[in-house]
């Protein structure tokens, strides 16, 4: 039986190949969409939407807004740390807290903060404070419970180990505590970062205050789809450039983690 040069390359090659194809199929399938069941919405091919990619690349009003959006999201996101790394620690350092919390941290994650916006608007305007609220509320509670599961996780061991070598509390967070604490808190950051862009663009969007989402309603309201599909695609790959950030981080922080060694954290 005769290999396939395909068969034969290195697993890099072949992967970046099957890649390739895969994109090349999603373009293939996006062409014949728009030019035949979309085209009466005004569907734009993939040549299409390059074309009004490349033309909006050339303008400061599209870096500027998409800067915005990514300043309030980073922004928002960074309150949300701040709020639910405490909070976390608070409530998984004791078991008491995290029983009797369980229910209001539950209720908390469910409720969609959109549900809100009504409410927010009215109190802050169509202004980047109204994007920081929606994107601490949403954003906080993954940190909280991630962080708080984190504490409660830690191996008995550990904390013997700490007082068997008579180390003090700051090493026994150094060395022993924050290591088994990140791979947890981690998962927590990655969820509220994604969070954090989605609810800045929705904010924009729906509030009307300057940034991609902002651009994509004037784009909306005036039934100009090719842009709109590209103010979507690029808060799309926004948001994946932001989640491969946390990746690469989580890689340099725990490389020695099964999990990250394995490529698990990708």
């Known amino acids: ?13 072949r992967r970046l190949v099957n890649r390739l194809l895969a994109l090349l199929v999603a373009f293939v399938v ?5 030019r035949g069941p979309g085209s009466s919405s005004g569907f734009p091919t993939p040549l299409e939407s390059m074309e009004s ?26 309150l949300a740390v701040l709020v639910g ?7 998984g350092a004791d078991e008491r807290a995290r029983r009797s919390t369980q229910l209001i941290l539950d209720f908390g994650r469910t409720v969609p903060a959109i549900a809100l916006l009504p409410l927010f608007l009215l109190m802050f305007g169509a202004t ?23 504490v409660g996780e830690i191996s008995p061991q550990l904390r ?12 026994r967070l150094r060395h022993l505590i924050a290591p088994s604490m990140l791979p947890f808190v981690f998962v927590g950051l990655r969820i509220a970062a994604t969070i954090s862009l989605l609810m800045a663009i929705s904010s924009e969007f729906l509030g009307g205050s300057d940034g991609l989402g ?12 090719h842009r709109a599909f590209v103010y979507s695609f690029t808060a799309a790959l926004l948001g994946l450039v932001l989640n491969l950030v946390f990746v690469l981080l989580q890689r340099r922080l725990l490389w020695w983690h099964p999990s990250v060694r394995k490529g698990g954290a990708s």
């Open 160 to 171: 013997r180990v700490g007082q068997a070598y008579h180390l003090t509390r700051w090493h």
């Open 30 to 34: 996006w062409h014949l969409f728009a």
């Open 1 to 13: 039986m005769t290999r396939t040069p395909l068969r034969t390359a290195p697993p890099g090659v």
């Open 53 to 78: 990619a490349v033309d909006l690349a050339g303008t400061s009003v599209y870096w500027s807004n998409i800067a915005t959006s990514v300043e309030t999201a980073l922004l928002g996101l960074g």
């Open 85 to 91: 790394l405490p909070v976390g620690l608070l409530i």
């Open 128 to 150: 980047r404070s109204l994007g920081l609220v929606l994107i601490v509320v949403s954003a906080v509670w993954p940190v909280i419970i991630q962080t708080s599961y984190a």
């Open 214 to 225: 902002y651009l994509l309603l004037q784009a909306m309201q005036i039934n100009d789809t």
